[in-house]
């Protein structure tokens, strides 16, 4: 197995947060170019979600991508602490990592709610489940 593994999965939301933040970023910069917006406009926007509606949607997933995988961050770096890298576990962490993926994909592309919501749910549960695994590894 390659040396500190279990930080692998880490490594691949991490990428996944950078190429949501350029997406968001050339589909800002495009749209407010495209209508001639002032960057000073948006400084003092009451709301900027409305001004920016049309290209809302990376920015949310952006947010999204600091919100429930920061539990995801740090149950990487306890396994990698408590020495936790067994099958389990790397499975767990890729398939949180793959459904935040799926789940970022269809909300930058199609945006069909109920799926990306089915996969948020099955993300979760993974995470639990990582959660509860290390749990057992850390105290039993």
């Not at 001004?51 to 949607?57: E, F, L, S």
């Not at 767990?92 to 994909?105: D, E, G, K, M, T």
């Not at 269809?106 to 549960?125: E, G, K, P």
Request: proline share 4%; glycine share 2%; with cysteine.
């Amino acid at each position: 197995m390659i040396p500190n593994a279990v930080l692998l999965p880490m490594f691949a939301m991490v990428l996944l947060t950078v190429i949501v933040g350029f997406i968001m970023y050339r589909e800002r910069v495009a749209f407010a170019r495209k209508e001639r917006i002032n960057p000073q406009d948006l400084a003092d926007a009451l709301d900027l979600k409305e001004i920016m509606k049309p290209v809302q949607a990376p920015a949310n997933n952006f947010s999204n991508l600091f919100e429930v995988p920061v539990l995801f961050y740090a149950a990487v770096l306890t396994a990698y602490v408590i020495h936790a890298d067994g099958w389990l576990i790397h499975l767990l962490f890729w398939a949180f990592v793959a459904l935040r993926y799926a789940h970022s994909y269809i909300q930058l592309t199609n945006n069909i709610v109920m799926l990306r919501f089915r996969i948020y749910i099955v993300s979760c549960l993974a995470l639990a489940t990582a959660w509860m695994a290390l749990a057992w590894e850390a105290f039993l």
